[in-house]
């Protein structure tokens, strides 16, 4: 797929302020697309948009094919006539800044659970799109239900017979919780409805959404309950093998992500069936799919199931380039940007540029060598698609601040410039060099300290709670990025496509 030159903003609708306790997918989001309109972008970026699981990352999602009911629009409600005005006037007292996660769950639910009981006129819509998700919403719902039933704990704890999905057990929970199931169903429903609403308003402005598809599936999800044949499990369910990265200069003993590893043989006896699908309904949400640790297609680290660090594991090789021939001749070109960040196996360049999927840069890793690194902007290439940062880094000023005395000489000799307007003139550096696609985070734009910082990689605590306060993105804001992207030929209608 061919990419025109333009530019745009990072930051997850949770991030986004103005709705109460977290942002959300309503009217705020499509006043998020009219400011980016305004700053002359093209491009919005989020994260993961399924159901958050563990440490309320959206990187461990209960599914691959879920929307996050938490970011159901209140105010869309009310304008359906599904929930009184009231249910918001009468919100908890949330912060402003961050996302309470605890009680921000238990509330927005509450609110689910309202609409449906007022669900009237909408059932017949209700009903087609249970028809239409038949493949996943019912396994969905089901899931969710029963680990709600027992307390919140993963698959592989439930009793055996509803741990290994036998018939007779599945078919007897799901008449005892037909209501339940319906319930989760129909918070499907709603986020589905107002994601389409809002895809349908970025289209009409010209703004392509940026998406994101984790290579691995969360262990505890209902991709993993309703397939198991597809993962390396142990009879209970366990990861027989898990997922993480072998130790390196930042980490003793790498990381341990513990998702279950793909059998992919058997995928690719399936004709990689489930990954197609998986591609199909994250491109029902967005324009352009970021694959996270595209890597994991040439090789990945293999950690045994028991460990406790990922010392002792061995790479192995992924399926590679008929993993993505056999998908593209189902779906098409995809329009993906290949997350290629890290210490790499040169196959994988090779295979991301047999592809012709752009690699990312980041300005943030361009300062541990010298001029010649691949990550300042003069070295980048046209097809790459270049960041101030990414949501696993620290803001642009934070990470600045954090620098010993030498590399942030090095920097504002790079830059030319003093350290009062370090984001922005990162942003320049990064909007003017010939990466077709320019992104930073709303951080970045705000030039916020550390404490604005997403995520802090292998941590659990802390993480994804940032939101811009209301007020925060300001006329002055808006038009220092429409300057930005006027004078570095990245505003709509002044674009060149990719490889011209």
Wanted: charged share 25%.
């Amino acid at each position: 797929m061919h990419f025109t030159r333009s530019s745009g903003v990072l930051v997850h609708p949770t991030s986004l302020p103005g709705p109460p306790g977290i942002g959300d997918i309503g009217p705020s989001a499509h006043a998020w697309l009219d400011q980016l309109t305004q700053m002359g972008c093209a491009l919005w970026q989020v994260l993961p948009l399924g159901p958050t699981g563990y440490a309320d990352s959206p990187y461990q999602s209960f599914s691959s094919f879920a929307g996050n009911p938490n970011l159901i629009s209140p105010e869309s409600l009310i304008a359906e006539g599904l929930i009184d005005e009231a249910e918001i006037q009468n919100a908890p007292a949330f912060p402003v800044d961050r996302v309470d996660y605890g009680a921000v769950i238990t509330w927005k639910r509450d609110l689910v659970n309202h609409a449906f009981d007022n669900i009237g006129a909408l059932q017949d819509d209700f009903e087609r799109f249970r028809h239409a998700h038949r493949d996943w919403v019912g396994d969905y719902g089901l899931f969710m239900t029963l680990k709600d039933l027992y307390g919140g704990h993963s698959w592989t704890l439930w009793p055996p017979l509803l741990r290994d999905r036998d018939p007779a057990q599945m078919e007897k929970a799901s008449l005892a919780y037909t209501t339940e199931i319906r319930r989760h169903e129909f918070a499907q429903f709603l986020f589905f409805r107002q994601w389409s609403a809002l895809r349908r308003r970025a289209r009409s402005l010209g703004i392509s959404i940026i998406g994101d598809i984790p290579i691995f599936a969360a262990g505890d999800s209902a991709d993993v309950w309703a397939n198991r044949q597809l993962f390396q499990l142990t009879e209970t369910g366990e990861p027989a093998f898990q997922a993480g990265v072998p130790p390196d200069y930042f980490s003793e003993t790498g990381q341990l992500w513990g998702n279950p590893l793909y059998r992919w043989d058997e995928h690719q006896r399936t004709g990689f069936a489930w990954w197609t699908e998986r591609f199909r309904a994250v491109l029902r949400f967005v324009d352009i799919v970021r694959i996270d640790h595209f890597r994991g297609f040439v090789n990945y680290w293999e950690v045994p199931g028991g460990a406790r660090d990922a010392t002792k594991g061995r790479w192995v090789d992924g399926p590679g380039e008929t993993f993505f021939e056999t998908i593209q001749r189902e779906l098409g070109r995809l329009p993906v940007i290949a997350e290629d960040l890290g210490e790499l196996d040169p196959r994988v360049p090779a295979l991301r540029d047999l592809l012709g999927f752009p690699g990312m840069k980041v300005f943030q890793f361009g300062f541990d060598t010298d001029r010649t690194s691949e990550f300042l902007p003069h070295n980048y290439p046209r097809n790459s698609v270049a960041y101030t940062g990414t949501h696993d880094n620290d803001t642009t000023r934070g990470w600045f601040d954090s620098l010993d005395e030498a590399r942030r000489s090095f920097v504002l000799e790079y830059l030319g410039t003093d350290d009062s307007q370090i984001a922005w003139d990162s942003m320049w550096a990064v909007w003017k060099s010939r990466s077709v696609l320019a992104l930073a985070p709303l951080q970045d734009l705000l030039d916020l300290p550390t404490e604005a910082r997403m995520n802090r990689p292998g941590t659990t605590s802390g993480n994804w709670q940032w939101r811009a306060i209301p007020g925060a993105v300001t006329a002055e804001v808006q038009q220092r990025m429409q300057a930005l992207n006027r004078a570095t030929r990245r505003k709509p209608g002044k674009r060149r496509r990719s490889g011209e």
